[in-house]
């Protein structure tokens, strides 16, 4: 398993033509919003989506305006061999990862202990990231962009539905048949997982109204009849059982 290149766009594209690599290339989307083909499957890109493109595989990058790219090109990726479609953390966690590679890497430290663990490290996040099931594009595109917004208290699911270009209740029946819950339902769990976490950090010194603040939530007093109706036990509750634990 080796790094064998890493790179981001010189300028802002519109369009990148056909083109494949002997290698496999992981993109990571900074700027704009448009579609890539990778063999025969498109999906969406928006910033923080994530594209594996495997060896010897067409594939095209478009948008209405404008995108550019961070990406490398590796020997090596487990566990498939087929296009993988996912998105970076709230926190952007790969692209600093893969950002701090770059400057390591123009430095001309190309086989140094430390880029080769910034390398691993992108590589496990990769492997975190990709998804275990292989969902419809639709629902996929949708997951990632709840995933990337989740902690923005102005999402509106209604909206970010027909914002994507498929009519709302189709792509919500999608959504129910590949996952079991409405997309509604999805964002919430993904706001209370994410209140769970930051609930059992005690070092933080979060309240009430600051960790709703962070999960999405204007309301503190909403926050907390949501997370008590979704695990049974009020914030304070919950903080305080998992300090017992």
């Not at 594939?59 to 998105?87: G, M, Q, V, W």
């Not at 001309?108 to 099931?133: C, H, I, Q, R, S």
């Not at 709703?212 to 919950?238: H, I, L, Q």
């Amino acid at each position: 398993m080796a790094l064998l290149y890493i790179g981001t766009s010189p300028k802002l594209f519109t369009y990148y033509g056909a083109h494949r690599h002997g290698c496999y290339e992981v993109i990571l989307n900074l700027e704009g919003e448009g579609t890539i083909t990778i063999g025969h499957e498109t999906f969406d890109f928006f910033p923080g989506s994530v594209h594996v493109v495997p060896p010897d595989t067409s594939h095209i990058k478009a948008s209405r305006e404008s995108f550019r790219d961070i990406y490398f090109h590796t020997d090596t990726l487990s566990p498939s061999n087929i296009p993988l479609s996912f998105c970076d953390d709230s926190r952007g966690t790969l692209e600093q990862v893969m950002r701090l590679m770059l400057c390591r890497y123009l430095q001309g430290n190309k086989n140094d202990a430390v880029l080769t663990k910034m390398y691993e490290l992108a590589m496990e996040l990769v492997k975190e990231g990709t998804p275990a099931v292989r969902y419809d594009p639709a629902v996929q595109a949708c997951i990632q962009r709840l995933t990337l917004s989740f902690n923005d208290p102005e999402l509106s699911v209604a909206r970010l539905l027909t914002d994507m270009g498929y009519s709302r209740d189709h792509l919500r029946r999608k959504f129910v048949a590949d996952l079991g819950v409405t997309p509604n339902a999805y964002l919430t769990a993904l706001r209370i997982d994410h209140a769970k976490k930051l609930l059992t950090q005690r070092e933080l010194g979060l309240s009430v109204a600051d960790v709703g603040a962070m999960c999405g939530y204007y309301d503190a007093r909403y926050f907390s009849r949501v997370f008590k109706r979704e695990t049974g036990f009020s914030p304070v509750e919950y903080a305080k059982k998992s300090a017992e634990k």
